[in-house]
DNA sequence: ACGCAATGCTAAGTTTGTCAAGCAATTGAA
DNA sequence: TTCAATTGCTTGACAAACTTAGCATTGCGT
């Protein structure tokens, strides 16, 4: 049952929309064309090229390793096994909304951002 | 001066050569067809997609991690900077050759692979 | 020598990411 | 209202990844 769909398109788009930015001021600020952007928004666009992933993680504050994990490639190392203890939390949490699925990935994107520090 | 040009050739081409292994095994093993494994290793894709470089990782005993930044993925969080403390260890070493640069990575690779054990 | 399997590689073709250009709808100012 | 700017989006073209089929060479068994 793996479901990699739209959750990045969605989640790149309610991210731009939370910061307020126009296709094209983030055209403007990262590089990256508004029609790409626009492709990638409405999920015409499956597997982005990471460097763009980066670009857009720099821009709306979102951990690097979520972007591409939403993009459906590996993120972990072959032997490592993924967290599936979230089941636990899935089990408390119970069924959501996709919108309330959205608010709580993006807000755990940003207790994620305000980790970091690696000398 | 960024140099990512035929490092992840040559490293991937020496890892096969030391694993024993013909093209068409690790494509059997891998289901990575033995045509772009060529094309891989004498340089004629420069950016194969991570699905494949996490695949040839496991395989060779590789961090998958190590294979992406050969690639030229990014490969750390937008804000953390990477290690320029090894101008230190390159200073130390002194010039080497391709062949001695290429054996001391994948020594690098072995040491790292031993490291692992994220709950 | 003769065949035959295995090796690395290349040629042609399909798919898909990516961009430049431009279009329809909306907004806002005059 | 009218015009211009801005918005999101689509289209057409190009480049590059990736596959299937096949070639040339080498090695080995008989």
Same mark, same amino acid.
């Given at each position: 049952m793996?479901?990699?769909s739209g959750k990045l398109a969605t989640f790149l788009a309610s991210a731009r929309a939370k910061a307020g930015l126009s #296709? $094209?001021?983030v055209e403007a600020k /990262?590089?990256?064309s508004n %029609?790409? #952007?626009s492709q990638l928004e409405t999920a015409k666009i499956? /597997?982005?090229a990471p460097q763009y992933l980066h670009k857009l993680a720099e *821009?709306? $504050?979102v951990p690097y390793a *979520? #972007?591409?994990e939403l993009a459906g490639y590996p993120v972990t190392e072959p032997g490592e096994k993924k967290n599936y203890e979230n089941d636990q939390l899935a089990a408390r949490i119970g069924v959501v909304t996709d919108d309330e699925e959205e608010q709580l990935v993006e807000y *755990? %994107?940003?207790i994620r951002s305000r980790k970091g520090g690696r000398s």
């Amino acid at each position: 049952m793996k479901q990699e769909s739209g959750k990045l398109a969605t989640f790149l788009a309610s991210a731009r929309a939370k910061a307020g930015l126009s #296709l $094209r001021s983030v055209e403007a600020k /990262t590089g990256v064309s508004n %029609a790409y #952007l626009s492709q990638l928004e409405t999920a015409k666009i499956k /597997t982005p090229a990471p460097q763009y992933l980066h670009k857009l993680a720099e *821009l709306y $504050r979102v951990p690097y390793a *979520l #972007l591409m994990e939403l993009a459906g490639y590996p993120v972990t190392e072959p032997g490592e096994k993924k967290n599936y203890e979230n089941d636990q939390l899935a089990a408390r949490i119970g069924v959501v909304t996709d919108d309330e699925e959205e608010q709580l990935v993006e807000y *755990l %994107a940003f207790i994620r951002s305000r980790k970091g520090g690696r000398s």
